[in-house]
């Protein structure tokens, strides 16, 4: 298990599901995260013969109110079990907080729910079921007299994946089993650091320090090593550009709403030349999210419905299963019919109405399994332009791929401008060969584009296809290894 799992999150899909069109009672016997469990409710005998910071009373310092718990991703909070474990930097206050149940998301029947909340449910319901079978440990930050969260989250209360949390000028503190007096904190650009373990707990204050830990060793009273867990624990600063990653998503769609609104005006005014210009600027912009053709499941079923191919689909082009943006495009310039595009455009502004009603959380978590996918985004958008864009398997009739890869690598360079602050420590020279590589791709297909705003790849000269082929393929290479250098679930995550 990666020993990182407690920081900030659940390595769960996000989900956020709420009862609609049914009455609270026929859905109150569902968990809900955040719910308090029964007073007088225990630690199980198990945990508590592992920790003995459970054995003692509780004290005063170490009470927290069920309003400063109530965002923790688990249901069953045993309030009465909570417990200080310490300081963090800046007057920050660290705590324990266990639960009956390790549960990301509330779950309901399907009645309780909307037709986009169902999807989403059936996407993620088992492991939601396997997470509700496991206790579970929580952190909590706390800062000011206000309680304001700095951190939260939550993970199986079995196995080591306490060795490794950080926060702002706390480089490391985490649980520790019965045994272990002290432990040491390593670091990829920083000293190793060692502290003594005080109720299972031990806090490193380092105000200035901004390296993640990158090992842990457990070392019994006499010195001894017990237990090492080594990796890098990137997590919480990835958490960080996740959001922001959030925000960008954010506001592309909220342009891309403006611009489908505009599509849909054009091809219902009877105006195609009008209706391809402005299917091509929504397309996009939609591409410039990092999602083409609803690459690699980043917004579930839904992403492959609204730039999905017709692959797949039993009746191919026919099949009403094929909808989106692909389907709208096969309507203007291979059918030339705008009746047609007019109901395909409608079913694809309910889509992306769909998606913008559910929170970016949802499919973006900031979470171990989360931000590991998001990581994997830089490489995938190029790897995609690579299977379907530069086959041109993905046009439909525009002959727009040169101009759906520009997009592609717009996606990619703000990816990797959101990850510079922790790429660059670990990998200097990364960014600056990959930016190399990206700009002599857009120089190979702006050669492309001197044949015609509309050239297909199909219609490029052999040289021009492969100076495109050959750069995307350099990119790729570069890419490869970020999720590794970053990732704390993948093969540099934190491990026994």
């Known amino acids: 298990m990666a020993a990182v799992a407690l920081v900030v999150g659940v390595a769960s899909a996000a989900l956020l599901l709420g009862a609609s069109g049914s009455s609270a009672k026929s859905c109150s016997s569902y968990p809900t995260p955040g719910s308090l469990a029964p007073a007088g409710a225990k630690v199980p005998a198990g945990l508590a013969a592992r920790y003995s910071v459970f054995s003692a009373p509780q004290r005063a310092v170490d ?19 909570t417990r200080f474990l310490g300081s963090a930097a800046f007057g920050g206050r660290i705590y324990l907080v266990p639960a009956e149940h390790l549960l990301a998301f ?18 993620v319901k088992p492991l939601l079921q396997r997470q509700y079978r496991q206790a579970a440990l929580c952190f909590e930050v706390l800062y000011g007299s206000a309680d304001t969260i700095g951190i939260q989250g939550c993970a199986p209360a079995t196995g080591t994946a306490d060795a490794m949390l950080s926060t702002k000028g706390t480089p490391g503190f985490g649980l520790v089993p019965n045994g272990v007096s002290a432990v040491t904190v390593t670091y990829q650009t920083a000293p ?40 890098c624990s990137y997590l919480t600063v990835e958490r960080h550009e996740l959001s922001e990653y959030r925000a960008y998503v954010a506001r592309k769609l909220s342009t891309l709403k403006t611009q489908v609104a505009a599509m849909d005006a054009a091809i219902r005014s009877g105006d195609l030349a009008n209706a391809q210009s402005t299917w091509l600027t929504a397309h996009r912009t939609w591409l410039e999210i990092g999602e083409d053709d609803g690459a690699y499941g980043a917004f579930g079923a839904l992403g492959g ?7 797949g689909h039993r009746l191919g082009t026919s099949d009403p299963g094929f909808t989106g943006f692909h389907r709208v495009e096969f309507d203007l310039w291979t059918k030339h019919d705008l009746q047609a595009a007019a109901t395909d455009a409608a079913i694809l ?50 002959g727009t791929d040169l101009a759906s890869i520009t997009a592609d690598v717009a996606a990619v360079r703000t990816l990797l401008s959101e990850l510079e602050p922790v790429l660059t420590p670990v990998a200097p ?20 584009r001197q044949l015609g705003s509309a050239t297909s790849i199909n219609d490029l000269p052999t040289r021009q296809r492969q100076e495109i082929d050959a ?6 290479e570069t890419l490869a290894p970020l999720p590794d250098l970053l990732t704390s679930t993948g093969s540099n995550s934190p491990a026994d």
């Not at 419905?305 to 692959?311: Q, V």
């Not at 960014?431 to 190399?436: A, E, F, H, I, K």
């Open 349 to 398: 502004q309910h889509l992306l109405t769909t998606l913008m009603k559910t929170p970016l959380s949802t499919y973006l978590p900031g979470t171990p399994t989360g931000i590991g996918n998001w990581l994997l985004r830089p490489h995938e958008a190029l790897e995609d332009a690579l299977r379907d864009s530069l086959s041109a398997d993905d046009d439909y009739g525009s």
């Open 471 to 476: 750069d995307v393929g350099a990119a790729l």
């Open 305 to 311: 419905k609204i730039d999905g191919l017709a692959a």
């Open 63 to 81: 009470r927290l109110s069920p309003a400063r718990v109530s965002a923790l991703r688990a249901s069953g909070l045993i309030m009465s079990e």
């Open 106 to 123: 509330r779950m309901a029947p399907p009645r309780c729910l909307s037709a986009s909340q169902r999807l989403i449910e059936e996407e």
């Open 192 to 231: 190793p650091r060692t502290v003594a373990v005080r109720h299972n707990g031990y806090v490193i204050l380092a105000p200035s320090e901004t390296a993640p830990p990158c090992g842990v060793q457990w070392l019994d009273p006499t010195g001894n090593v017990k237990k090492i867990a080594v990796g």
């Open 429 to 448: 020279h990364l960014l600056s060969n990959v930016r190399t590589q990206l700009e002599s791709l857009i120089g190979a297909i702006d050669k492309g």
